[in-house]
Structure formats: C-alpha cells, structure tokens
C-alpha cells in the first residue's frame, strides 16, 4: 500500500503527541510507506500566513484524502488568526464529526457504561457561525441569532450513522428536539427515518435529546450509535466521553463526502482534546488518543493491509493500559514516550505473530 497523509503539525502538546502517534505508524514498525506531507498549523506560522497555511494544508487533505492533526491553539482576540477547524471543515466539505467513547482497562466509568458509543455530528452549520444581533425593544434588550441546517448535511449525518451501526454492530439512538421544531430540528428526525428505512438489519430508537442525555445513564452495556445537529453533538461528545472516565481512549474524526454519504472522501483524525500548555515538554501528557487518531486513519484506507495495522494499534493501545503502563492521568507513572514504546512493541509483535500465522 502505497498513500499519503497530511500532516498538520500544532501547538504545545499538541505537537507533541502527534510526533508520538507518527513514532507508530513508521514504516520500520509496521511495514508500510507513507508519504507524509507536512504544513506547519503553529499558532505562530497561522499568523505568519495569514491562516495560508490552513488552506493548503486542507487543499492537500483534498488532493490525497487523509489527514492527522496535532491540536493547535485558538486565540480569543478579535481580528486574531480564526479557528484552523473552522476553516478546514468549510474547505475539505467536511459534514461530519466523529467520535467513539471506549471503555479503558483499569479506568471506572459512570452509569456502568461498557460498550462503544459514537457520536455522529454535523460539522457545519447550526448553531455556529449563526448571525446573531441584539434590538431594543419596550424598553428591553432582545438578543436574536438566525440559524441553518441543509438537508444535505442531515442526510449525510443520519446515513454514516446507519452505515457506522452496521459496521460496529450498534444501535442508532437519540435525536433531535423535533417535538418542539418539527421544521428545523425535524429536518433531522426526517432524514432518520430515511435512512433507518434504508437499513432494516439496523436497530432504530429515536429519542429526544433531553430524553438521551437521561438515557444513556441507563444503556451502559449497548453499543450506540447517536446521530445530532452540531451543537447537541458538541455537547453530547464531551458527556459520552467523560462517561467512559477519560476522553484518553477516544478519538476525533472529521468527514468529507460529497456524493456516496457512507464512504467519506476526506478523513483527518485528530484528538479530542486541547493542547495542555500545563503539560508542555515534560513527557508526561497521555499519547493514547492520538495514537488511536493514527489507528482509525489507516482503518479508512481502502486497502487490507492498512485495516489489519490499524486493529493491531488498536489492540496494542488498550491492551498496554490492561498491563499496567499507564500516564499520570490514568492513574499510571509511565513517561509519554515510554507509553508509546510499549505500545509499539506490541503492534511489532502482533503483526508478526499475525504474519507468521498467515493472517491478513
């Protein structure tokens, strides 16, 4: 197999535990040769380019249709450099978002959680990037914001989630407010029902969203799969996580499609979470849910060879954490690259053994 990634170097941590997550995916670990092609997404080169870089980095995402992303800061200052995400979504016809809370080995869930949930969101649109302005009126001050969804978007959100249950196993639960905006919000709601009429071999349980949130203390040993509008999905992403006791096992996947909704065009992997200034040069911050961003990458390839490395990276961060090497976070004392080289042992020797059973 022959590919090429881009790779979108960040800030602080960020960068940090990219470079471990790469240590992985070399070629003298598991066999196969990337071509990596590196943009510099630094907060300090963002400014430098005027967000420049941003474009081509997502152009080339474009171009060869993968992407892993170290997570990069976002000043506040208005008239600052913007978002990278914001403009990488809008560039590579991102749709969707992505992420599977995971049990780790060792670490107490809440609610007695177990099983995968994914949360399948728009990247576009909603609530972000609405036009908001605030009027006098009667004497007080009413704030307004116009939002928008496209029927697109929620076809394409309701359709990778049918076709994510399918592969994972899962059920699709959840959904919108539809009782209360049955034009908006039950846009959504109709898409759903499109889709679950498209896939009958898949569990359907629509729910309204206050219902899911309560829900989900309830379903821990089901393996879910919850399709939203982008707010509910960037909220509901940092409560399933957090179910799970740590967001460390989980990762982030943005996803362009443009005509067949179940199989995306473009893919950047990323991790869930910021860049941990706090953290910064002392090789102690949490690798796994970068390294689990590689995994997912290469289980988006079309070819064999790259689904088989990526169970085994899958496989071979967990069952790390299940010996017993663990970061600080996790209540462990193992150093960043120290987790990385345990990690990396068990892949080399999960692909051999596989090899020398002729598995493939």
Not at 31 to 58: M, P, Q
Not at 93 to 111: A, D, E, F, N, Q
Not at 333 to 347: R, W
């Given at each position: ?7 979108l ?6 960068q ?18 990337f ?7 630094s907060?300090?080169?963002r ?19 993968f ?24 560039r590579?016809?991102?749709k ?51 939002e ?15 076709a ?22 039950g ?14 071999d898949?569990?359907y ?9 309560a829900l ?38 943005l ?20 860049t941990?200034p ?8 949490n ?25 085994a ?6 069952e ?21 080289n ?14 020398s059973?002729?598995?493939?």
């Amino acid at each position: 197999m022959s590919a090429t990634i881009a790779v979108l170097e960040g800030d602080q941590t960020g960068q940090e535990l990219l470079d471990e997550a790469l240590r992985v995916i070399a070629p003298e670990v598991i066999g196969i040769e990337f071509d990596l092609r590196r943009f510099d997404l630094s907060l300090e080169n963002r400014r430098a380019t005027d967000n420049g870089v941003v474009l081509e980095a997502a152009d080339a995402m474009v171009e060869c249709g993968f992407g892993i992303k170290a997570a990069t800061v976002t000043p506040e200052t208005a008239g600052d450099v913007r978002s990278p995400n914001a403009v990488l979504r809008q560039r590579v016809g991102g749709k969707v978002i992505l992420r599977t809370g995971r049990r780790i080995p060792g670490v107490p869930s809440m609610g007695g959680v177990s099983a995968p949930i994914s949360v399948v969101r728009m990247a576009v649109d909603d609530a972000y990037n609405a036009t908001e302005w605030r009027e006098q009126s009667n004497g007080d001050e009413v704030a307004f914001r116009t939002e928008h969804i496209s029927r697109a978007t929620c076809r394409a959100v309701s359709e990778f989630a049918f076709a994510q249950a399918r592969r994972t196993h899962a059920r699709v639960f959840g959904g919108p407010k539809y009782t209360v905006s049955p034009v908006y919000e039950g846009m959504l709601k109709e898409e759903m029902d499109a889709a679950a009429a498209r896939y009958p071999d898949v569990a359907y349980e629509p729910q309204l969203i206050d219902a899911t949130y309560a829900l989900l203390l309830t379903h821990g040993g089901d393996a879910l799969v919850i399709p939203s509008l982008n707010r509910d999905g960037d909220c509901l992403s940092d409560f399933v996580l957090q179910l799970f006791g740590s967001i460390a096992g989980a990762e982030s996947l943005l996803l362009g499609f443009t005509e067949d909704t179940t199989k995306p065009d473009v893919v950047m992997a990323e991790a869930p979470h910021g860049t941990a200034p706090a953290l910064q040069g002392k090789n102690i911050a949490n690798p796994m849910a970068m390294i689990l961003a590689a995994a997912s990458l290469l289980g988006f390839m079309a070819d064999a060879q790259g689904k088989v490395v990526s169970r085994a990276i899958y496989e071979a961060t967990f069952e790390t954490v299940r010996a017993g090497t663990r970061t600080a976070d996790l209540g462990g004392h193992a150093f960043t690259d120290e987790f990385t080289n345990a990690v990396i042992e068990a892949v080399r020797n999960k692909l051999e053994l596989w090899g020398s059973l002729g598995m493939s």
